[in-house]
């Protein structure tokens, strides 16, 4: 065991440009500080990034990286991050997929890799325990995400090899291109883009090594007594097994907070086509776990009929529905099913993928982009096949679908002609399927938050259920700030969200101090992890403001903050300006950040002993 | 005596195998007799889809009585109902991941 247990002690540098790798230890100082995942990537990139780089340029990392609990039995550790500096936002960004990539890279003995540099000519990387290869990929370049792993495992004669690899959207630098391993996404930020300018096609894992704790029979009943309360809850042992995330999709619509076309209204009067209960009995062949997860929540579908019919997919997760159903005003599943699966052979985050179509597709109704402009395209609400034939133009960034891989935010700036109203994004990320004008709380962590347009930040799950009133505005900067502890937490230790109900909701708790102690053994308590998580943030922070992040671009998509939803029970609520401001005055006085400028003051950063940030905003 | 519509959503909806539902409820029932009702009418399956069988206790979610919010851990479920309210019980799983 390393000093502390769970952590394989050590990363991986790959140097791109010179085909060379060497390793980086771990020290004690940092394992404490900054825990794992989340907390090393932002600590690696913030040390290691110049401010200014250009995102798609030869100076910009990737950082994959695990906790410590990855290659263990604590429930959702099949879960890993990607970090790099999005080319969508400009600004630290941090992705997750579960699956079993993150626990195999631990079994090989790294808790993390770096890629850097750029190479000339396609190429990828094998890492079979200490042993490290550049390999030409020339013969992967164009293949799909699915293809390339299945080639690799072949001709490596490696079937269980972990995978992680981009599609041609990647290689096509659409700056929401995503890095799939199996068929699970890191979705969000571009970081597929990232490695494809680096000409990087895959990143092969394979291990043998062990991840010890300190004290296996202590280790084993905790881990037992949290599998029989995640299987007796009923989200985690009851709902999420029977319906997966699609389930919220009826009850989102019940609200009235169910994005439709292009968050034109919230109410989608075809809701009960894209539920979770007809996907089940229309779609779902069998049910799917990460690794070392007793949810079972991903559905594998298979569309037995019409025009789609042939279509396997995992998925497709609520997120994905409201992307391309309701909100591009689609009440097709089986279409539905086939956007998802494009959408992961070419390596596209769903979600902003949606997103921009949805986009484009009410500056075509509103006559801001003429036909001509959209390749001739029928791009009405509701177009199946345009829906379908815009996304393979994005991934190929092809006549108008060059336009829309730079993002919604970019794509409406160069349009021009009032688009921007339209562009619903925050930081130039695009909005995922929860309502900021529905849920107070959510919409001030998500307009904090370092990554923008993001539903894992500001998290709408507590408001949703009734824990927290979702109408109101008191208390949502603690709030805010308890959620944003408890995803910064979850992400550097490597959980699922999925664990909420369980492991705590809107804040930490002593449920994550035992997993992370039981694994580790480091003894820390609470106060301490709250203090880690608010190290973490605070860096992630001050990476952006280092990078030019300023208080005004804390703010909600135009259409939030000016547009009321026009109908159904959540009708009239927005997010006016003003209100946001008020929100934000207190969330940055608790934060400990000037209220002027947004950027965490001197006693913050030296509170958490963040010393470098103090040297680099307060020169 | 009066009639309420229960309305089902997500898994909810699987178990009881019905959208909707129509329960006679006598005057000065509320939320709490409701969810009694449908747990004895729809058996233990759906009692464990909203209820944690090993705390006892309900899962947290909302329950829409016309277009008021009701939580069921911080609500008021001796809300009383009256003949021809619609009840909404929502999935016990906020969404977002």
Sequence with gaps: ?????????????????????????????????????????????????????????????????????????????????????????????????????????????????????????????????????????????????????????????????????????????????????????????????????????????????????????????????????????????????????????????????????????????????????????????????????????????????????????????????????????VASLEMIAKADRMSDEYGLDTISTGAVISF??????????????VDGLDLRFGNETALLQLLEKIAKREGVGDLLAEGAARAAKKIGRGAEKYAVTIKGLENAGHSPRGLKGYSLGMITSTRGGSHQDGRPTGERIGKVDRKTLEGKPEYAIGTQRLTTIQDSMCVCRMTEGIYGLIDITNEHMNIINVVTGMGLKLPEIVDIADRIWNLERAFNCREGHRREHDVQAIRFMTEPIPEGPSKGMYCPPEELEMLKDKYYELRGWDKKTGIPTKETLSRLGLTEAIRDLYK | MGKVKVKLFAHLRQAAGVKEVDIEIDEGETINDLIGKLTRRFGKDFEDRIRDPLTGSLAPFLIMVGREEISSVKGNLNHKLRDGDTVSLLEPVGGGW
């Design chain 1, 1 to 329: 065991m390393w000093i502390y247990g769970g952590y394989a002690g050590k990363f991986l540098r790959l140097d791109l440009t010179n085909k060379k790798h060497s390793t980086v230890q771990l020290t004690k100082e940092v394992a404490r500080q900054f825990l794992g995942g989340n907390g090393f990537g932002v600590k690696i990139l913030y040390d290691e990034l110049k401010p200014g780089i250009d995102p798609l340029g030869p100076e910009n990392k990737v950082v994959f990286a695990a906790g410590p609990i990855q290659g263990t039995m604590v429930p959702t550790a099949g879960r890993s991050g990607v970090f790099t500096k999005s080319p969508l936002t400009g600004y630290f960004f941090d992705s997750y997929a579960g699956g079993c990539f993150g626990p195999e890279m631990k079994y090989a003995g790294w808790d993390g890799i770096i890629v850097e540099g750029q190479s000339k000519t396609p190429v990828y990387v094998t890492v079979f325990d200490d042993k490290v290869e550049f390999k030409d990929a020339s013969h992967l370049w164009g293949k799909n995400t699915f293809e390339t792993q299945e080639i690799l495992r072949k001709d490596l004669k490696e079937p269980n090899a972990q995978i992680a690899c981009i599609g041609p959207a990647g290689e096509k630098l659409v700056r929401f291109a995503c890095t799939i391993w199996g068929a699970r996404a890191a979705g969000r930020g571009g970081s597929g883009a990232v490695l494809g300018s680096k000409k990087f096609k895959a990143l092969v894992v394979r291990g043998t090594q062990d991840v010890e704790v300190p004290n296996i029979e202590e280790f084993q009943r905790v881990i037992t007594d949290q599998i029989e309360r995640i299987k007796a809850n009923p989200g985690t042992g009851k709902a999420l097994p029977s319906l997966g995330t699609p389930g919220v999709t009826t009850t989102q619509n019940q609200l009235g907070i169910l994005g439709t076309r292009n968050w034109q209204t919230e109410v989608f009067e075809e809701v009960e086509k894209i539920s979770g209960e007809a996907m089940r009995a229309k779609m779902v062949v069998r049910d799917r776990g990460c690794m070392a997860c007793p949810i079972y929540c991903t559905k594998l579908s298979y569309v037995k009929a019409g025009p789609y019919a042939g279509t396997f997919d995992e998925g497709p997760e609520y997120e994905t529905i409201f992307a391309y159903g309701s909100n591009c005003g």
């Design chain 1, 360 to 373: 484009a597709m009410e500056c075509y109704e509103k006559g801001i982009l003429s036909k001509e402009e």
